[in-house]
């Protein structure tokens, strides 16, 4: 009996290893027909999947672009693989509509529909990919007065507030905002629009910059490293609560 045992257990480790073995960054997920649903359709932020079998040579190549697709993009979107070659995930994979491997989805979030990613399989063309398709609720605030008129809003929801000189919202600050849009409201400010008069009214003097403004009239600025698991542990009480998803440190994290 114990013989058995230990074959048993030596076979299912062995396997999940195999499963496992494609992937080697502990930042791609590995899913079942279990875990995938509330996962990927269960989250809000984007999701990256690679349906793969671990005897496929193609998918051996996309590995080491994969991984670092996920250590990049740690925090920000979901990076997942499901083994296909397991029986209990083949109906899942069917339903995906999967005809070969590696093949590659893009959810992006919630119930949305996936899109399969057709382009090439180099680590920064997948960044450029996902990062230009996540979801973001950062609205703009686009003049002075604008920005002051945040204040009000304040005061009957928390408002999260960056000064920055970029034209477009940062991968680092979509995520966030979905984190914590059903607490807080997000904005965005650019310094050349606003004008330096209308920042120094928040203390801010350079950027970027963020700031969180409360119902108490009162400004509370970020000075932290830009880093995504900081800045979360900084919004995380004036959410009033955790928000769904992973504290991570990404390399993406410009604001």
């Not at 979901?78 to 509509?97: I, S, Y």
């Not at 899109?115 to 979801?135: C, L, N, Q, V």
């Not at 009000?152 to 680092?172: D, G, I, N, R």
Request: aromatic share 8%; with cysteine; hydrophobic share 40%.
């Amino acid at each position: 009996m114990r013989t058995s045992i230990a074959w048993l257990a030596a076979t299912l480790l062995l396997s999940t290893s195999a499963s496992a073995a494609v992937f080697r960054s502990p930042n791609v997920k590995l899913l079942s027909t279990k875990t995938f649903k509330q996962t990927v359709q269960g989250s809000d932020k984007l999701t990256v999947a690679a349906f793969v079998a671990p005897w496929c040579g193609y998918c051996k190549k996309l590995a080491p672009n994969y991984d670092k697709v996920a250590d990049s993009l740690k925090g920000l979107v979901n990076v997942v693989a499901v083994d296909c070659d397991v029986d209990q995930n083949k109906q899942l994979c069917g339903e995906m509509g999967i005809k070969g491997f590696p093949t590659l989805k893009i959810f992006p979030g919630g119930k949305s529909p996936a899109e399969e990613y057709m382009g090439a399989r180099e680590a920064k063309d997948i960044i450029t990919h996902a990062t230009s398709r996540m979801p973001t609720f950062v609205k703009r605030a686009a003049t002075a007065k604008d920005v002051d008129g945040l204040r009000e809003k304040a005061k009957s929801k928390p408002v999260s507030l960056l000064f920055t000189s970029a034209s477009k919202v940062t991968p680092l600050y979509k995520a966030l905002s979905t984190d914590f849009y059903r607490q807080m409201d997000f904005y965005a400010a650019r310094d050349t629009k606003v004008g330096q008069d209308a920042m120094a009214t928040f203390g801010v003097d350079k950027v970027p910059a963020l700031v969180i403004l409360t119902s108490d009239d009162k400004v509370h600025k970020y000075e932290g490293p830009l880093k995504y698991d900081k800045i979360r542990a900084f919004l995380e009480p004036f959410a009033g609560a955790k928000a769904s998803g992973s504290k991570s440190k990404p390399t993406h994290d410009d604001l």
